[in-house]
């Protein structure tokens, strides 16, 4: 899959634009501050309906403009469609081949998008939160129905967060919350798993072809309130997350908020034996990151039998100089279409099929 042209209107700080790319590498040169990320950001919504930074999809509207268009032509199997995002005052509305579409993860169904950015690279040392970020990205690329089941999750949290905090809450409906919980939670977590469990290997491998001089021994701890000994039950979660819901029911009127399930898990990434965050070095952390990020692109290209679109924002320039080699020359080894923007172009090895733009103060142009 690849995106062939996009047109962007009323985006950011970006001038109205047509763009033809590339279907392998695509150079996007500038400045700091000039429209790099706001253009790697309007390729990751027309994947995905998400920003990657913005709390509110507003926010992505250019000042003073009421809506913002996107158009996008993607050739997949030899067949040409289009994808139309329009966000306005009102939400965001999705288009495939000019009909509307409600679901978001009809929309997304074949559209599989990779991002790599400089806060991926620190997100041994971040918070749970960026950590649970960084991994649900990756498996809502992986699992068609992951990402419908977090919204649903999601809802109903904040349902159950809102009557917790009433100071007569009807017990029925905290009972139908707990019920629907322990449900899309346990799914949740089982889908976390799962997907550390097949990446594991990948990211091993990756890992020490990176680091060839550590033998040093990498893997993941999911941390969860449901133990580790259940988490290899997956029949036995939801029940157990149920039960505890229940348990826990009085203290989290308490605190006003739901303290168990999925939202409060953790990603742990292990370095012999120990948690990485404390024991790694720097360079190590940002090799476990480039290794996990290499086996999500396996990962998504041996599942659908074709390589994920990567958005790599301005990531060479955090890479020590071998690292930044093993990603190009893992890149070269891919068929990805590659969207790579930096602030040095000599950063970026490549010499073949390579396209290369400039963005400055907003404007995007191609050199030929
Ligand atoms: N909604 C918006 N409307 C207009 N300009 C915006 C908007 N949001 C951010 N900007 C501008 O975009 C620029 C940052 O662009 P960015 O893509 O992050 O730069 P970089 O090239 O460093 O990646 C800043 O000048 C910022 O003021
Ligand atoms: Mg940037």
Known sequence: MNIASIKIVGARNLVS???????????????NGQGKTNLIEMLYLIGTLRSFRAKNIRELIQFEQEQLYIKASVEKDASEHNYTVIVSETGRKAYHDDKFVRSITKYCRDMRIVLFTPEDLRVVRGS???????????VYGWNEGYLSAVQSYDKVLRSRNSLLRDPSPMLDLLDVYDVKLASLGSEIIQWRCEYLNELLNGYQKA???????????????YESS???????????????????????????????STSIGPHRDD??????????????????????????????????????GDWPLLLLDDVSSELDPARNEYLFQFLR??????????????HVLLDDDRIDFTVSNGVVSRQD
């Open 226 to 256: 449901v133990s580790p000994d259940l988490l290899k039950t997956p029949e036995q979660i939801e029940p157990f997350l149920h039960h505890l819901l229940h348990e826990k029911r009085g203290e989290d009127q308490h605190r006003g």
């Open 207 to 221: 890992f020490y072809a990176i680091n060839q001089s550590d033998a040093k021994t990498v893997a993941f701890s």
């Open 333 to 346: 080894t891919t068929s990805s279409q590659c969207f790579i923007t930096t602030t040095h172009s000599d």
């Open 128 to 138: 749970p939160s960026d950590r649970r970020r960084f991994l649900d990205r990756a």
């Open 267 to 304: 990603l742990i990434f292990c370095f012999d034996g120990r948690n990485a965050f404390s024991f790694a070095s720097q360079g190590q952390l940002r090799a476990m990151v480039l290794a996990w990020k290499t086996g999500e692109m396996n990962l998504l290209g041996k599942k659908h």
């Open 17 to 31: 634009c047509d763009l033809d790319f590339g279907s392998r590498f695509n150079v996007l040169s500038g400045e």
